[in-house]
């Protein structure tokens, strides 16, 4: 066996040296003997591009490159595979990968936007030029969950792929359930700790969770999917009076990603709060914990849990990419060809069916429940459980109070038709909330 540390070195060009790409070259340097030797030959890190050079990282940069402009990466015959760790869906991010791979560069993102919204694009382009293009980074940081579904998995036919796959979401809907606190409130103690970004949209609005989703549902079924196709819904609306009803009732509410292949091949990709039976592995998933499980046909579920951010559980899965490409392993970007795989032909939001937790406001007056009841055996929804507080007092006001629905297994377009007319009731004094409820 050849000697590993005299072999010819990996070369690297690093674009992007926040967290991720500081935890990369921590990682690498840390642990440089035992990487060389499970690589089968030295990683070095040729050369790095990001915003400041000045700027006190607590890594010694001594010995590498530094440029200024990301594109010198490409341009350096020296460098084999460039590590893309600017983010974004467009760009920067997206030409420095673009001209990496037309380059013969091997490629290691952690960039869900990119993957989601150019995998496609990006999986012809590695394969017609022959090189590796890896991002294990970009689902779930530290899980790895992109490994397993295109290695471990790879024989199985997948039915079922989801979880919790946003950090932050999780990290309120915890906290909100914890205290009872209102959204905003523990939404700013989450950018005060600096799990949330000053613009928390992309988390809150569900659109990180669903980047991940598409990719899980590209790789999991064989599909290529619009990124628009997934149907997103986020956690603003989300009121700790639910959290409390919810409890009562025996569920908790979490932001998921579910991606589900129909019996039809058409697949249902949804992101959004659902409630969760308390006693299901999903729902004991806390905090900025992600989670992601799958089911098929022969292997059964599985479920892993880990870090979905943060640098060394995302070092940890960039790094192994890495490792990877200096063992020489030829796996397609989406664990087939991409001429294998088939356009998602994707179930539209009326059709989904599922059970329904919805809250309604009411005027507290006689014949309310009889009237709510009338519309939705109209709209053919059968309910299965009705909770309601009455108003502690009696006074000569008409006190408002909620109504709890919860409804059997029931088509999404009916139910919305039921609440559309509900909604028009004297009695009702402000909008419904409707939520999912995913028995597992
Ligand atoms: N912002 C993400 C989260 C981590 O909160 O889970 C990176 O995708």
């Given at each position: 066996?050849?000697?590993?540390?005299?072999?010819?070195?990996?070369?690297?060009?690093?674009?992007?040296?926040?967290?991720?790409?500081?935890?990369?070259?921590?990682?690498?340097?840390?642990?440089?003997?035992?990487?060389?030797?499970?690589?089968?030959?030295?990683?070095?890190?040729?050369?790095?591009?990001?915003?400041?050079?000045?700027?006190?990282?607590?890594?010694?940069?001594?010995?590498?490159?530094?440029?200024?402009?990301?594109?010198?990466?490409?341009?350096?015959?020296?460098?084999?595979?460039?590590?893309?760790?600017?983010?974004?869906?467009?760009?920067?991010?997206?030409?420095?990968?673009?001209?990496?791979?037309?380059?013969?560069?091997?490629?290691?993102?952690?960039?869900?936007?990119?993957?989601?919204?150019?995998?496609?694009?990006?999986?012809?382009?590695?394969?017609?030029?022959?090189?590796?293009?890896?991002?294990?980074?970009?689902?779930?940081?530290?899980?790895?969950?992109?490994?397993?579904?295109?290695?471990?998995?790879?024989?199985?036919?997948?039915?079922?792929?989801?979880?919790?796959?946003?950090?932050?979401?999780?990290?309120?809907?915890?906290?909100?359930?914890?205290?009872?606190?209102?959204?905003?409130?523990?939404?700013?103690?989450?950018?005060?700790?600096?799990?949330?970004?000053?613009?928390?949209?992309?988390?809150?609005?569900?659109?990180?969770?669903?980047?991940?989703?598409?990719?899980?549902?590209?790789?999991?079924?064989?599909?290529?999917?619009?990124?628009?196709?997934?149907?997103?819904?986020?956690?603003?609306?989300?009121?700790?009076?639910?959290?409390?009803?919810?409890?009562?009732?025996?569920?908790?509410?979490?932001?998921?990603?579910?991606?589900?292949?129909?019996?039809?091949?058409?697949?249902?990709?949804?992101?959004?709060?659902?409630?969760?039976?308390?006693?299901?592995?999903?729902?004991?998933?806390?905090?900025?914990?992600?989670?992601?499980?799958?089911?098929?046909?022969?292997?059964?579920?599985?479920?892993?849990?880990?870090?979905?951010?943060?640098?060394?559980?995302?070092?940890?899965?960039?790094?192994?990419?890495?490792?990877?490409?200096?063992?020489?392993?030829?796996?397609?970007?989406?664990?087939?060809?991409?001429?294998?795989?088939?356009?998602?032909?994707?179930?539209?939001?009326?059709?989904?069916?599922?059970?329904?937790?919805i809250r309604l406001m009411v005027q507290?007056k006689?014949?309310v429940?009889?009237d709510i009841?009338?519309i939705?055996?109209?709209?053919?929804?059968?309910?299965?459980?009705?909770?309601?507080?009455?108003?502690?007092?009696?006074?000569?006001?008409?006190?408002i109070v909620p109504i709890?629905?919860?409804?059997?297994?029931?088509?999404?377009?009916?139910?919305?038709?039921?609440l559309q007319a509900i909604q028009k009731l004297p009695v009702i004094t402000e909008k419904h909330i409707?939520?999912?409820?995913?028995?597992?």
């Open positions: 066996m050849s000697n590993p540390s005299v072999s010819k070195p990996l070369k690297l060009g690093i674009a992007g040296l926040g967290t991720v790409g500081g935890g990369v070259v921590r990682l690498l340097q840390a642990n440089a003997n035992a990487v060389t030797h499970k690589a089968g030959r030295p990683i070095e890190i040729v050369a790095i591009s990001a915003k400041s050079k000045a700027k006190d990282r607590g890594i010694d940069l001594s010995h590498i490159q530094w440029v200024d402009d990301p594109m010198d990466l490409v341009s350096n015959p020296k460098i084999d595979v460039v590590v893309e760790l600017i983010g974004g869906a467009n760009g920067i991010a997206y030409d420095l990968v673009c001209a990496a791979l037309k380059a013969h560069k091997g490629v290691v993102t952690a960039n869900k936007a990119l993957i989601a919204l150019h995998g496609d694009e990006l999986a012809k382009l590695a394969e017609e030029k022959n090189v590796p293009l890896l991002f294990e980074a970009a689902v779930a940081g530290g899980i790895p969950v992109i490994k397993t579904i295109k290695e471990a998995l790879t024989p199985d036919r997948l039915k079922r792929i989801g979880g919790i796959l946003n950090g932050t979401c999780n990290y309120i809907l915890t906290a909100m359930a914890k205290t009872g606190c209102a959204f905003n409130d523990i939404l700013k103690e989450t950018q005060e700790l600096g799990y949330a970004e000053a613009d928390p949209s992309t988390d809150i609005d569900g659109f990180d969770a669903a980047h991940k989703l598409a990719i899980l549902a590209s790789l999991g079924f064989g599909h290529t999917i619009h990124f628009k196709d997934v149907f997103v819904e986020g956690i603003r609306g989300i009121n700790p009076d639910d959290l409390h009803y919810a409890k009562e009732l025996g569920y908790t509410i979490k932001l998921i990603g579910i991606a589900q292949q129909h019996q039809d091949n058409r697949i249902e990709l949804r992101v959004h709060p659902a409630l969760l039976p308390c006693d299901t592995p999903l729902a004991r998933v806390d905090g900025v914990t992600n989670a992601v499980f799958t089911e098929g046909e022969f292997s059964g579920r599985l479920m892993l849990e880990g870090a979905g951010a943060g640098e060394g559980p995302t070092s940890t899965a960039v790094s192994a990419d890495i490792i990877d490409i200096a063992r020489g392993s030829t796996i397609p970007m989406w664990g087939t060809d991409w001429k294998e795989l088939t356009p998602a032909t994707v179930v539209s939001r009326n059709e989904f069916v599922k059970a329904y937790y507290d006689p014949g429940v009889a009841a009338t939705l055996k109209e709209h053919n929804v059968s309910l299965r459980s009705l909770l309601q507080h009455g108003a502690t007092n009696d006074t000569d006001d008409t006190p709890i629905l919860v409804t059997h297994k029931t088509k999404e377009e009916s139910l919305l038709r039921a409707m939520l999912r409820i995913e028995e597992a």
